[in-house]
């Protein structure tokens, strides 16, 4: 099996991972029109450095993003999962929970001992993987998208309190070849909220 390398984005990746976003819209996650393949991925309010990509055998196969949810200091300790997709090709090989693990370490090594993500309740196989990874629903907002004829719920889950960075010791590295993870679902479509084409953390894509 192909070896998962997860590492930090570089603006040398904007083209394929607009090639994902477009490649990997769907209903089942996204609140967003298609995204519009000629629009960048990165901008001043969604630089490299929230992203982490996935690369199997050197091609870009998946992204996460992390931001803080808020700018107030007293909401640093969170960390809010704001995208999350997995090409088509690159499905079925635990790459969606590969890439949220380093989000989790991640945001353990920023400090954060809260991480908190957004999911459209439809998204049963999304919603499976996140529980799986210890998130629970923390609040639903009932029937707030109309997509497609049908009203979907807004479903708020979080980790519960406590460290991260779940490494068992070992030290955290972005860059450390990972294999494939052993079972799990590359969150159904592949894709969790994305926020770059809206203001929430709902956009073309979600968790």
Same mark, same amino acid.
């Given at each position: ?52 990509? *996935?690369? #199997? !055998?050197?091609? =870009?196969? @998946?992204?996460? /993003? ?10 640093? &300790? ?71 004829? *049908?009203? #979907? !719920?807004?479903? =708020?889950? @979080?980790?519960? /309190? ?10 955290? &590295? ?34």
């Amino acid at each position: 099996m192909s070896d998962v390398m997860v590492r930090p984005a570089t603006y040398a990746d904007e083209a394929d991972l607009v090639r994902i976003d477009v490649r990997t819209w769907s209903a089942l996650h996204a609140v967003q029109p298609p995204p519009d393949p000629g629009k960048p991925f990165f901008d001043e309010r969604h630089p490299p450095d929230e992203i982490l990509v *996935a690369q #199997v !055998d050197g091609q =870009l196969a @998946g992204y996460v /993003r992390i931001v803080s949810p808020t700018p107030l200091p007293c909401n640093a &300790h969170v960390r809010q999962i704001q995208g999350l997709a997995v090409d088509t090709w690159a499905r079925g090989r635990g790459i969606a929970r590969r890439l949220m693990d380093e989000a989790l370490r991640e945001a353990g090594r920023q400090g954060a001992i809260r991480m908190t993500l957004r999911v459209l309740g439809h998204n049963a196989p999304a919603r499976r993987l996140y529980e799986s990874m210890g998130f629970t629903v923390e609040g639903v907002l009932p029937g707030e998208f109309l997509l497609q004829g *049908a009203y #979907v !719920d807004d479903v =708020l889950m @979080g980790r519960p /309190r406590g460290p991260l960075c779940r490494a068992a010791g070992a030290a955290c &590295h972005l860059t450390a070849p990972l294999g494939a993870a052993p079972g799990g679902a590359d969150a159904a479509s592949g894709r969790v909220p994305v926020s770059r084409n809206g203001p929430t953390a709902w956009g073309n894509g979600p968790p």
